[in-house]
């Protein structure tokens, strides 16, 4: 017996996103191809996607150009009621016959996304990068920023030497902001 099979191409554009109402995404232009190939009892959805999505950059917050590609598969079978089991399975009512996988492209393109994403050195944007640093206190002994507000560096008067003491839980939060 031989499996039967076929493919459906679709362009999710700026229009596709907005109607998914997806938290991740919401402008892009991503190709998919989706190969289904009906197997004993179930049905294999094989989903191919490449494209470019915009997702606010985590330094600047403009938008930023990113490309996303992955491959996905998917497994559908019959059922009583609709259930999302391990492994990518699927179980869709025998009554319905239907499942509309427009959700499921989207979850494939936002998993595709890197945790952190940032603008490529000197293209995030410059007036919100100057009022960042101007309001980012790394050192302990930088003055306050111009709107007044210290960030209180964990720093003590010693009483007896007269010296000021960092405190030392600081020290591993001063190395965070050295690696961004």
Same mark, same amino acid.
């Given at each position: 017996?031989?499996?039967?099979?076929?493919?459906?191409?679709?362009?999710?554009?700026?229009?596709?996103?907005?109607?998914?109402?997806?938290?991740?995404?919401?402008?892009?232009?991503?190709?998919?191809?989706? =190969? /289904?190939?009906?197997?004993?009892?179930? !049905?294999?959805?094989?989903?191919?996607?490449?494209?470019? #999505?915009?997702? @606010?950059?985590?330094?600047?917050?403009?938008?930023?150009?990113?490309?996303?590609?992955?491959?996905?598969?998917?497994?559908?079978?019959?059922?009583?009621?609709?259930?999302?089991?391990?492994?990518?399975?699927?179980?869709?009512?025998?009554?319905?016959?239907?499942? =509309? /996988?427009?959700?499921?492209?989207?979850? !494939?393109?936002?998993?595709?996304?890197?945790?952190?994403? #940032?603008?490529? @050195?000197?293209?995030?944007?410059?007036?919100?990068?100057?009022?960042?640093?101007?309001?980012?206190?790394?050192?302990?002994?930088?003055?306050?920023?111009?709107?007044?507000?210290?960030?209180?560096?964990?720093?003590?008067?010693?009483?007896?030497?007269?010296?000021?003491?960092?405190?030392?839980?600081?020290?591993?939060?001063?190395?965070?902001?050295?690696?961004?």
């Amino acid at each position: 017996m031989q499996a039967d099979s076929a493919t459906y191409e679709f362009v999710l554009d700026n229009l596709y996103f907005t109607h998914i109402d997806g938290p991740e995404v919401q402008r892009g232009k991503v190709n998919v191809t989706l =190969n /289904v190939k009906r197997t004993a009892g179930a !049905f294999e959805l094989n989903f191919q996607t490449e494209g470019i #999505v915009y997702v @606010p950059c985590d330094r600047c917050l403009d938008d930023m150009e990113l490309s996303v590609t992955s491959t996905d598969k998917l497994r559908v079978k019959f059922g009583r009621e609709y259930a999302e089991e391990k492994d990518n399975l699927i179980v869709i009512p025998e009554a319905e016959g239907a499942i =509309n /996988v427009a959700w499921f492209m989207y979850e !494939f393109i936002a998993l595709s996304i890197p945790m952190k994403h #940032v603008h490529a @050195p000197g293209k995030c944007n410059k007036a919100m990068t100057g009022k960042l640093s101007k309001h980012l206190k790394t050192n302990a002994n930088e003055d306050e920023g111009d709107d007044g507000f210290d960030m209180g560096g964990g720093m003590e008067m010693d009483a007896d030497e007269g010296t000021e003491q960092m405190d030392p839980r600081w020290n591993e939060l001063k190395k965070i902001l050295d690696n961004n």
